[in-house]
């Protein structure tokens, strides 16, 4: 892959891990919901993109991967929580 697009790639990470990390996670509220279901899927996106240019994330950003992950799955098993 080429530098440019490993540049891309990373800053779509960086920018969905920041979005992530801010949409909210404590609140009951609706828009709440949707604004850290986006994020999640955001964040799995970019996650997917950046690993497909051949970057490898640290463990930080993994884990806040994973957590994304766990919460769709979640949400997918309770959708009512």
Same mark, same amino acid.
């Given at each position: 892959?080429? @530098?440019?697009?490993? !540049?891309? &790639?990373?800053?779509? #990470?960086?920018? =969905?891990? %920041? $979005?992530?990390?801010? +949409? ?15 994020? @999640?899927?955001?964040? !799995?996106? &970019?996650?997917?993109? #950046?690993?497909? =240019?051949? %970057? $490898?994330?640290?463990? +930080? ?21």
């Amino acid at each position: 892959m080429m @530098a440019r697009e490993q !540049i891309i &790639a990373g800053d779509r #990470f960086r920018r =969905a891990l %920041l $979005v992530l990390q801010t +949409a909210g996670w404590a609140g009951p509220e609706h828009r709440v919901k949707v604004d850290i279901h986006a994020a @999640a899927v955001a964040a !799995i996106e &970019a996650y997917e993109a #950046f690993t497909a =240019a051949g %970057l $490898v994330a640290g463990a +930080a950003d993994r884990r806040l991967i994973g957590q994304a992950q766990q919460y769709l799955a979640k949400e997918r098993h309770d959708p009512a929580s």
